[in-house]
């Protein structure tokens, strides 16, 4: 017996395709509802609430405050910090 395969479809949305928040220091492309970005279709579902590209500028620093949510920070260049909530 063959094993079922479900297959889903799926989108790639550049960055002129999503949400974004721009200052001097920092900038956030978003591809699900985030912030002031609200599209039809790009609603949050299960687990996955959002994907968001941030870029803070060289020697900057940016505060994420975030409760009861798991976030996976990637960095390409640079270094991140991580403090406990208090």
Same mark, same amino acid.
């Given at each position: @017996? #063959? *094993?079922?395969?479900?297959?889903? !479809? !799926?989108?790639? =949305? #550049? !960055?002129?395709?999503? /949400? +974004?928040? @721009? /200052?001097? *220091? =920092?900038?956030? &492309?978003? %591809?699900?509802n985030y912030g002031h970005y609200e599209q039809p279709g790009r609603e949050p579902f299960g687990a996955l609430?959002?994907?968001? *590209? +941030?870029?803070?500028?060289?020697? #900057?620093?940016?505060? &994420? +405050?975030?409760? +009861?949510?798991?976030?996976?920070?990637?960095?390409?260049?640079? %270094?991140?910090? @991580?403090?406990?909530? /208090?």
């Amino acid at each position: @017996m #063959k *094993d079922q395969v479900q297959h889903y !479809s !799926s989108r790639l =949305f #550049k !960055s002129d395709q999503r /949400g +974004n928040d @721009m /200052g001097v *220091d =920092f900038r956030c &492309f978003s %591809t699900f509802n985030y912030g002031h970005y609200e599209q039809p279709g790009r609603e949050p579902f299960g687990a996955l609430q959002f994907i968001n *590209d +941030n870029y803070i500028a060289p020697a #900057k620093s940016h505060s &994420f +405050n975030y409760q +009861n949510i798991t976030e996976l920070i990637i960095p390409i260049a640079g %270094t991140v910090l @991580m403090y406990p909530h /208090g």
